[in-house]
């Protein structure tokens, strides 16, 4: 009985060490190299694979932080800053530090909902309604309403708003990882630097038809007059194609376009709500002080803005 | 009976309006007309604000290759050269003229007289056909021109003509055999003339046996015209479905028809043939059904192209049941749904068919069971369930490879589905994204 014993495992151990024997020369000759900070950069990333930075995903973008050796030009969106500053630590290299980003969607949300001119039945994505006719506000450029931005934000930061039919960014959630810009097949959302105090102006429209006709389909069109260019004292409006832009680089959120458009095509949000009448609008920075009396004072960002709406090229 | 070997429908035919004869819609008071009523580049206008026209005067030039020319389908003088939204909203180029009277071009021969003999060389009547603006009216408004240019190295064996007006609810098809029966075999004929073939085949779905018939005693006039009966069966209007129907030949994947020596017409675009080439009348004239089941009458009509939805209406019915749900330009399979009633018709519609409300929905939409009746639906043999699931998950390489752009989007698929799944939806979906793929590639 012993020596079944004995023979059992002597054979299984002799098995055993030879395979072993034979595994250690094959894990030596196909060993693949790679540099362990890879490992470590990829731990640092938040992991989502947004595809926000352009690359396949996460990993991927861990590989060509290392191989590059530096951040330029590679930038994790959803991680921010503090990512960015841990990779450099790993890399040892200098970080520029990138203005905060939001998602801002550029449809006038006040009108949309309303003045429906027709039903689509049809398959609920936005990149098919878009090849089969203008949408059912009857906008050639606006918001389609099918919800393919809110399909391909991995951070849930993008929600329809069931009344107006066009997304709300959660602007405590979005990361800025521009996923819901790319599904938009009107290109109406549009990456904006966050502003002081989170606090943006904009065209909320994305119309390039001549004025009179824009105005037919929506109220709240730009019709690319250019009083806003006019009366912009930091030049950060352009009118092109009878659509104006706000350059946020430029825009110093004075908000003196804000009262100036006839259609009421540019917003602003996050500013503090008018307690008597706006005076006439600060040339500079939003006032400072009045913030502290708006109904949101601080941690604004519990609260989802109201829609943002946006433009993109 | 013949008909194509692969897959097929059979919707329910509504032929509805099939015994009422053609009648002649009025002219409007104003009429726009689209620059961009064909396959490719808009025509490039070639009048200005204040200009007068005649019928049939050249309006719109083709500078591109992919392009038709465009005729005035009114007298009268142009008011401004702008854009226009068409039937889905979308903004066009088009030129807008007030009607003043009906003074025709001269060289149009409006004599009711039939004119049989044609002595023109296969390339003039080419050329005829580039400069007249026919395109095929059967749906995908192909310049005929480029058609019927056969390129180097390929040789026409067969010329089809599809009278199968496999769509339920069409009729102007039929009325057109019943009604110009010799007019369509001398269009036949100068076709065949322009390809060289020995024989044209007309195929008409056995729904239809008085056209058969009439069709069938006045090809025996004429040499090389064959009919063909087939089996009532959908999509069998369809190009490749049709080839494979009247000659067997199966046209592969990603190819045309002419590789397989074969050249398809619609059964409109050789009566417009015969208008162009022995009357030297451009195209500007579209025939058409209204037809509807709720509808107080059904109606054929020949329009003028240009003429809006709305006046092609309030002419024929009056104004729009109460109930209506859509207003649909093509039959019910393959037609789109107008958005715009306001927008003018173009080249190649064929009909206004008006819906029910209770018609027109779509089911809800409920889970595939794998029961595998749009593979047996597909005339092309492909498996819409499985694009449906690729697509949805962006996984468009492989959608390639399963040849999802060899679906012809006759709805089959969709209507077959237990489950209302918008099949079609998704593959078209797909097949553009698979485009911008391959674009983005290149």
């Known amino acids: 009985m012993t020596q079944q014993i004995l023979i059992a495992v002597l054979v299984l151990g002799v098995i055993g060490a030879f395979f072993a024997v034979v595994l250690y020369f094959v894990a030596q000759k196909f060993k693949v190299v790679e540099d362990p900070l890879i490992d470590e950069v990829a731990e640092v990333l938040p992991g989502a694979n947004c595809g926000g930075c352009g690359k396949a995903g996460c990993r991927a973008f861990a590989e060509a932080c290392v191989s590059q050796g530096n951040l330029d030009g590679l930038r994790c969106a959803p991680g921010g800053d503090a990512v960015a500053q841990k990779i450099a630590q790993l890399l040892g290299c200098a970080v520029e530090q990138g203005e905060p980003q939001v998602a801002v969607v550029r449809c006038h949300p006040a009108n949309c909902g309303e003045k429906r001119r027709s039903n689509y039945d049809g398959l609920r994505s936005c990149a098919f309604q878009n090849t089969v006719y203008t949408g059912e506000s009857g906008c050639p450029f606006g918001c389609l309403g099918c919800g393919d931005c809110v399909a391909a934000c991995q951070f849930d930061a993008i929600h329809m708003d069931p009344e107006t039919g066009t997304p709300v960014v959660d602007e405590a959630k979005c990361t800025a990882c521009g996923a819901c810009a790319k599904a938009c097949p009107r290109r109406i959302i549009e990456l904006r630097n966050k502003g002081k105090k989170d606090r943006r102006v904009y065209v909320s429209c994305v119309n390039k038809e001549k004025g009179a006709q824009a105005m037919k389909t929506c109220a709240n069109a730009c019709i690319g007059c250019g009083k806003c260019a006019k009366v912009c004292p930091m030049e950060a409006i352009t009118v092109a194609d009878n659509l104006s832009y706000i350059d946020y680089t430029k825009c110093i959120a004075c908000r003196k376009c804000v009262v100036e458009c006839p259609t009421h095509a540019i917003v602003d949000v996050n500013f503090p709500a008018p307690a008597k009448k706006p005076e006439a609008p600060k040339p500079a920075e939003a006032p400072a002080a009045p913030a502290a009396q708006a109904p949101v004072p601080e941690a604004p960002k519990a609260q989802p803005v109201a829609a943002e709406a946006q433009k993109a090229q | ?442």
């Not at chain 2, 007249?132 to 480029?146: R, S």
């Not at chain 2, 592969?252 to 009357?279: M, R």
């Not at chain 2, 749904?337 to 519609?349: F, R, W, Y």
Request: glycine residues 8%; contains cysteine.
């Open chain 2, 1 to 442: 009976m013949k008909t194509f070997k692969m897959g097929g429908v059979h919707p329910e035919e509504n032929k509805i309006s099939n015994d009422a004869a053609i009648e002649v819609m009025p002219v409007p008071q104003q009429m726009v007309v689209l620059m961009n009523q064909h396959l490719g580049a808009p025509a490039t206008p070639v009048v200005q604000k204040g200009d007068k026209v005649k019928v049939g005067q050249l309006i719109g030039e083709a500078q591109a290759f992919m392009c038709a020319n465009v005729h005035s389908p009114v007298s009268g003088t142009v008011v401004k050269v702008d854009t226009c939204k068409d039937a889905f909203g979308l903004t066009k180029p088009a030129v807008y003229i007030n009607v003043e009277g009906d003074e025709w071009m001269e060289t149009i021969d409006r004599t009711p007289d039939i004119k049989r003999e044609c002595t023109m060389e296969p390339k003039e009547i080419v050329a005829k056909l580039k400069e007249m603006g026919i395109v095929g009216l059967g749906g995908a408004t192909f310049p005929a021109h480029i058609k019927y240019s056969i390129p180097e190295g390929k040789k026409a064996e067969y010329l089809i003509i599809n009278a199968a007006e496999c769509e339920p609810y069409l009729t102007s098809d039929y009325r057109v055999m019943m009604e110009h029966a010799e007019e369509v075999c001398i269009g036949v004929s100068i076709l065949r003339k322009a390809l060289g073939v020995p024989n044209a085949y007309i195929g008409i779905e056995s729904n239809k046996p008085l056209a058969i018939q009439k069709m069938q005693e006045t090809a025996k006039q004429f040499e090389g015209i064959v009919i063909e009966p087939l089996k009532v069966k959908y999509p069998q209007g369809a190009e490749k479905q049709l080839i494979n129907a009247v000659t067997g030949r199966k046209v592969p994947s990603g190819k045309l028809p002419i590789d397989v020596g074969c050249v398809v017409s619609n059964l409109g675009t050789s009566f417009s043939v015969y208008e162009a080439i022995q009357k030297n009348k451009p195209l500007i004239e579209n025939i058409l059904t209204v037809t509807g089941k709720k509808l107080p009458s059904q109606h054929n009509y020949v329009v003028r192209i240009g003429t809006t939805y709305n006046d092609i209406i309030k002419h024929s019915i009056g104004e729009l049941p109460a109930t209506t749900g859509k207003v649909i330009s093509g039959g019910t399979m393959m037609g789109k749904a107008v958005v715009n009633l306001d927008a003018p018709t173009v080249k190649g519609n064929s009909s206004v068919l008006v819906m029910d409300e209770a018609e027109a929905r779509r089911n809800p939409e409920t889970a595939c069971i794998r029961c595998g009746k749009c593979m047996h639906a597909c005339p092309m043999g492909l498996e819409p369930y499985l694009f449906s699931a690729l697509v949805k998950n962006n996984r468009i390489e492989e959608a390639k490879e399963h040849n999802i752009l060899d679906c012809i989007e006759c709805g089959c698929c969709f209507f077959s589905c237990p489950a209302n799944k918008p099949l079609t939806d998704e593959i078209r979906l797909g097949k553009n994204k698979v485009r911008a793929m391959m674009a983005a590639k290149k």
